[in-house]
């Protein structure tokens, strides 16, 4: 890599890398070591081939979700995460939104791999179900059910959440 490739690198890296960790926060259910790993690794193979790449970006994330299908598949087993439920919320403050995450990012880690990798892909990076299933090696089908078994779990572990769910439906 010359200087000016190494300078683009750089200012993609400063300029993309919270939207990658937030993806990488979702995808592995809020483990924030986790996400530091997978954006790490998805940004060292972008390095190695940033002459090559049209669309770091999309690049980026492919590795990463391809990454995390590779964790899934290589864990044996996930123990459960416990967390504590945030309060009921009162009224919709100023601090709302901030709850709403916090509850969310709860609930998520409460899915299985797979049911995050759907919700997430589908609901926060708002790709079609043919694209979620190009990239989870599944089909078309199994992203719909799995989709709507995820969010009916959604809206069982964290009810707080079923008012913003219904716009999802």
Same mark, same amino acid.
């Given at each position: ?13 400063? *300029? ?17 070591? *986790?996400? %530091? ?14 002459? $090559?790449?049209? !669309?770091?970006?999309?690049? !980026? ?11 899934? $598949? ?13 309060? %009921? ?16 990012? !709860? ?5 299985? *791999?797979?049911? $995050? *990798? @759907? ?26 059910? !799995? ?19 219904? @716009?999802?439906?």
């Amino acid at each position: 890599m010359d200087a000016a490739d190494e300078e683009r690198f750089r200012e993609f890296v400063s *300029a993309r890398s919270p939207a990658l960790m937030r993806l990488g926060f979702l995808l592995t259910g809020g483990d924030q070591h *986790a996400a %530091e790993d997978l954006v790490q690794i998805a940004l060292a193979k972008l390095a190695s081939r940033w002459r $090559r790449v049209e !669309t770091p970006e999309a690049y !980026t994330k492919q590795i990463m979700y391809r990454q995390q299908i590779s964790w899934w $598949r290589a864990s044996t087993r996930r123990g459960e995460v416990v967390q504590a439920t945030p309060p %009921e919320l009162a009224d919709r403050d100023a601090n709302h939104q901030s709850e709403l995450r916090m509850v969310l990012r !709860t609930a998520l880690a409460r899915l299985t *791999a797979r049911q $995050r *990798a @759907v919700v997430v892909l589908r609901y926060f990076e708002d790709l079609p179900e043919q694209e979620v299933a190009r990239v989870l090696g599944c089909s078309v089908g199994t992203v719909r059910s !799995t989709a709507h078994r995820s969010l009916a779990r959604l809206r069982e572990i964290a009810p707080e959440l079923a008012q913003e769910l219904e @716009v999802v439906k």
